[in-house]
């Protein structure tokens, strides 16, 4: 069926370490892939995005990663900060771009 | 420029009663997604709408309905409301293009006794 799963369901790390979240896709037709922040109380915020036909983004202290052959999508975020705290999310856009599939999130603990 | 709203914030219902929820879209974005969020779970897709038409529905059943006003704004209403409707609701606001970046609203909490 369609999902997209996370493999850490939290994970803690110090402030001003790197930290990884992964995630694993279902369907390989997927063209468009998304990581989102949830603070509680609050909707999703966009992080970064990336399209099938590359397979590394770089942003703002954000690394998005995609390994199509094992449907793999990471999240890397440089010099954690205590604001960095939240539940995080990987979401799959199906074939078409009209249906988004969200993974059950990963929530970033983030030590002082 | 405003984000998306979502309205109200918070409403409490009981079983079998009806609801309806608002969003207003970014100024100038023609595509609204709906998107259920249970307690402690990643959204699930319900609808998404461009032009006031229907163009994605996710696994949700006929008790579920949604429409898009000339001005892009949405409702979402839900029928014979049931304990396990409890959630977040969200509203997400697309410029237009499928595989096109969502913007989310705040949400509606949604508390059925």
């Known amino acids: 069926g369609e999902s997209v799963g996370l493999h850490l369901p939290t994970l803690s790390v110090q402030e001003g370490d790197n930290s990884i979240i992964n995630c694993a896709y279902s369907?390989?037709?997927?063209?468009?892939f998304i990581w989102y922040k949830q603070e509680s109380g609050k909707g999703p915020q966009f992080i970064i995005d990336?399209?099938?036909?590359?397979d590394k983004r770089q942003g703002q202290r954000v690394t998005v990663l995609l390994n199509k052959t094992v449907k793999h999508l990471s999240l890397q975020i440089a010099a954690t900060q205590p604001g960095d705290s939240a539940v995080y999310f990987c979401?799959?856009?199906?074939?078409?771009?009209?249906?988004?599939?969200f993974g059950a999130g990963t929530r970033l603990f983030v030590k002082a | 420029d405003a984000g998306v709203t979502q309205s109200p914030t918070h409403l409490i219902k009981t079983r079998g009663q009806q609801v309806t929820l608002r969003c207003s879209p970014i100024?100038?974005?023609?595509?609204v997604s709906w998107y259920q969020q249970v307690l402690g779970q990643g959204p699930q897709f319900i609808f998404q709408?461009?032009?006031?038409?229907?163009?994605g529905r996710g696994n949700f059943p006929d008790r579920f309905s949604a429409r898009q006003f000339p001005n892009y704004s949405s409702e979402l209403n839900v029928n014979a409301l049931l304990l396990g409707d409890s959630a977040l609701y969200l509203c997400?606001?697309?410029?237009?293009?499928?595989?096109?970046?969502?913007?989310f609203g705040p949400g509606t909490r949604l508390l059925v006794l």
């Open positions: 709408y461009y032009e006031k038409e229907e163009r």
């Open positions: 369907n390989s037709a997927s063209d468009y």
């Open positions: 990336i399209r099938s036909n590359m």
């Open positions: 979401a799959e856009t199906l074939p078409g771009g009209f249906k988004t599939i």
């Open positions: 997400a606001s697309i410029s237009g293009g499928a595989g096109e970046t969502q913007y």
């Open positions: 100024s100038g974005h023609k595509s």
